[in-house]
């Protein structure tokens, strides 16, 4: 395919602004997200990563600017309709309920369920299809034989690890992630990492992340925020050789490249 007929992205901001007050937080930033590729924008804290995160998502509204997903214009729109089109998000702060089960939990998400009502409390048997979905997201995202434990009692990797189950309950066609390796060790961060993988081939996912060996070795481009602005983007290679990028991050590109 040539560079004229090249697909357009399926997420795509254009001129984006936000402002706190006196407090430029983003200004003029674009950026562009290819269809069934790893993504993630990155920069040093404080540099407007989750404030563009939000605004993607319909968290937050822009000053200025538009967000268009699949062409159309979603700016004004709210992250529940956002989520219909297919962008589902997970949280840096994980959002679950707590007091009920790893199946309740997905199997709630699930649209077959949805057409339900919401309903946490209806039996498996009578909506068998959101039973199977629910169950093989849990394989997925390895929590099988988990499925009657109350996600309060699962530990920290876990309950990440069902959150991202809860948001690809939802069938989106794009997966946004704030800071999925937070907390992050041993087997869970393992897990998480095959499972990026293995999602790229049907899912676009967008990752904001400070693990540089996370996003260095799975992201297919990445964007970087600085001061509120777009100070590079492009391949892993090309974003860890960047001059004004290893300055950014005093080193960490230097000490990924090692590991």
Not at 26 to 41: G, M
Not at 93 to 112: E, H
Request: charged letters at 20%; aromatic letters at 6%; one cysteine or more.
């Amino acid at each position: 395919m040539s560079a004229s007929e090249a697909a357009p992205p399926l997420l795509e901001a254009r001129g984006l602004r936000k402002a706190f007050g006196g407090n430029v937080v983003l200004d003029d930033i674009n950026l562009q997200f290819e269809a069934k590729r790893v993504s993630a924008l990155i920069g040093p804290n404080g540099a407007g990563k989750t404030t563009c995160f939000n605004i993607l998502t319909g968290v937050l509204a822009p000053d200025r600017g538009a967000i268009r997903y699949r062409g159309q214009d979603i700016t004004g729109l709210s992250p529940d309709r956002r989520a219909r089109l297919g962008m589902c998000r997970s949280f840096q702060i994980l959002n679950l309920f707590n007091d009920y089960t790893v199946l309740q939990n997905v199997r709630v998400a699930v649209p077959a369920m949805r057409r339900c009502g919401f309903n946490l409390w209806t039996p498996a048997t009578n909506n068998r299809e959101a039973e199977d979905k629910a169950a093989g997201i849990i394989r997925l995202v390895g929590l099988a034989g988990h499925e009657h434990v109350e996600a309060k009692h699962l530990g920290y990797g876990q309950r990440r690890l069902l959150e991202i189950g809860v948001a690809l309950a939802g069938e989106p066609d794009l997966l946004l992630m704030d800071e999925p390796t937070s907390g992050l060790g041993g087997r869970p961060l393992e897990i998480l990492r095959e499972l990026v993988q293995r999602l790229s081939n049907a899912l676009t996912i967008v990752v904001i992340e400070h693990d540089m060996s996370f996003v260095l070795s799975l992201s297919h481009h990445i964007s970087v925020l600085h001061r509120g602005a777009v100070i590079a983007a492009g391949p892993p290679a090309a974003i860890r050789e960047n001059a004004e990028v290893r300055e950014c991050y005093l080193g960490t590109l230097k000490y990924a490249r090692r590991t």
